[in-house]
């Protein structure tokens, strides 16, 4: 049988989701916790990988498995078996043509960015953090030439796996309050690093270095090069992955 399962995890203390052989990381621990619950080793299937430090309110996965337990098993069982900064917070029993990555239809994260002079202690890991008060308008004007589907090399890693680098993004909102800036991204997937560098860029035109067309010249480039370098993984989480309401996952909102 195949069950999915949503993960919430705090990804300060891992070497990212995808396991490593060394590294210490998310996928590693769930694995552990699941195969002790189902008696039999279990290998799972994850929506997205996520990096070093890098968060998720909630990570989907999928794994198959010929232990018969209650779906009440696969989530307080397993939660009884993890470290406090990982939890599962719902299980689903679907059908095995279910596949947590390929039956995705969109991926959406969210970069929390303080801005003051000092850094936060008391959210220290958990938010990225710049020296400078932002021209948030203008970042928001920039943020425009990046919405549609796009060649999105010139914000891809050099060890992005990824086949093609023409991604859709459907949302890029930035609101503000106060000292933390809050950016939404959804697109149909992102290449790797690629929401942090998206962040390094519109952190670049907030902060006065470049006016907002300059990304519109980054993204036509096609360079990694032309772009800001990448940011800090501690604001960023995988917020949600939105499947068909055909597999009626239990999903938060």
Known sequence: MRIALGVEYDGSAYCGWQSQPDGRTVQ??????????????????AAGRTDTGVHA???VIHFDTQALRPLTAWV???NAL?????????AHLVDDEFHARFSAQARSYSYYL???QVRSALQHGKVGWFHQSLDVDKMREAAQYLLGEHDFSAFRASACQAKSPVKSMNVLDIQQQGEMIRLDLTANAFLHHMVRNIVGCLVYVGKGKHQPQWIKQVLEGRERSQAAPTFSPDGLYLRRITYDAKWGLPQLK
């Open 28 to 45: 590693d621990v769930v694995q552990l916790a699941l195969g002790q619950i189902a008696g039999e080793l279990i290998s799972v299937i």
């Open 57 to 59: 309110l909630e990570q």
């Open 76 to 78: 307080r069982g397993v």
């Open 82 to 90: 993890l470290p406090s900064n990982i939890a599962v917070l719902w």
């Open 114 to 116: 303080y801005c003051r």
